[in-house]
């Protein structure tokens, strides 16, 4: 059987319901050959991810996952293999955003609350081990207080930009995080493209974000179909880009998703893995 992967998937340190533990224990039993936790603007889960990895056969990779606009289209950036001395370094670059963040939870939980919805700050807060909140963590509260049946439901309904309530704070600079990406040694990756671009919007971005430093892209995807994935291979080949590819598992929060396999049809070759792995190997040894 071929060996796999997964580059990309999210603990209690973010938007997820797993601890880096249990996700590594999942990996296992897998039988992945490695696996990144990829959190949403954090580093602060890799500390017990990485030595839980210690001593496990899977091999643990530390990652995050930015939230970055282009355009005024959100992009989310992959960062892979990043140096134990560059995790603070994170926390400091995503400082700023994080405060943009509160406040946008704080304005959101204030119109739901005018709106008739009988949910607090407190509470949303208290449900994550995250240091910030997000649209998953509400929508897990709506859910369980009856007013949606499902965390997809909230999303397309109550926490939909156009439903009003909800609107999203600024994000960071997608070229600007790639570099920042690069500067600490670790690998770029554009997440899940097709998500929030077309083919055009990819044409359009990709050769400016090769210019900042961009070296990977996700051709492996949950929601891909062979279609998609195709195309995302094709891309990234006519823009010499490493691929990778991941679940984007949540845990609960996204219950059609399971580690490793996605709907039940995602392999991510480990080879992939190889090559990423090899990169930032070669970026450290020229910084």
């Known amino acids: 059987m071929m060996k796999t992967c997964d580059l990309h998937c999210h603990s209690v340190f973010s938007d997820g319901t797993c601890t880096p ?4 224990a999942q ?14 603007n954090t580093s602060k889960g890799l500390r017990s991810f990485i ?6 056969p899977v091999t ?3 990652g995050c996952e930015f939230s970055t606009d282009f355009k005024e289209t959100e992009l989310h950036i ?5 140096p134990r001395t560059t995790w603070y370094d994170i ?17 959101l939980i204030d119109r739901l609350r005018k709106s008739g919805y009988a949910i607090t700050y407190e509470e949303v807060e208290a449900s994550t081990s995250a240091d910030m909140f997000n649209r998953a963590n509400v929508a897990a509260v709506l859910k369980r207080k009856g007013y949606v049946e499902s965390i997809k439901e909230a999303f397309q309904t109550i926490l939909s930009e156009r439903a009003g309530l909800y609107v999203p704070a600024k994000h960071l600079d997608s070229l600007g995080t790639i570099r920042f990406i690069r500067d600490c040694g670790a690998v770029p990756v554009l997440a899940h493209p097709f998500l929030n671009l077309d083919e055009a919007g990819l044409r359009e971005f990709l050769p400016l974000a090769k210019e900042a430093g961009l070296l990977a892209m996700e051709t492996h995807y949950s929601t891909f179909d062979e279609p998609t994935t195709q195309k995302a291979i094709e891309l990234a080949e006519q823009f010499g880009l490493l691929q990778s590819g991941g679940s984007d598992y949540h845990g ?6 399971s580690l490793g396999v996605g709907r039940g049809s995602l392999s991510v070759p480990y080879e992939y893995f190889e090559a990423l792995r090899e990169s930032a190997s070669h970026l450290r040894s020229v910084i």
């Not at 990996?27 to 949403?40: R, V």
């Not at 030595?51 to 496990?56: L, Q, Y």
């Not at 405060?99 to 946008?104: A, D, I, M, Q, T």
């Open 252 to 257: 609960a929060n996204k219950p059609d998703i």
């Open 91 to 107: 926390e400091s670059y995503v400082d700023h955003m994080h405060e943009l963040k509160r406040r946008s939870n704080v304005s």
């Open 60 to 62: 643990a990779v530390p």
């Open 78 to 82: 992959v960062g892979l293999f990043f």
């Open 51 to 56: 030595a839980a990895g210690e001593n496990s």
């Open 27 to 40: 990996a296992e039993e897998k039988g992945l050959g490695a696996l990144a936790l990829t959190d949403h």
């Open 21 to 24: 533990e249990e996700l590594l």
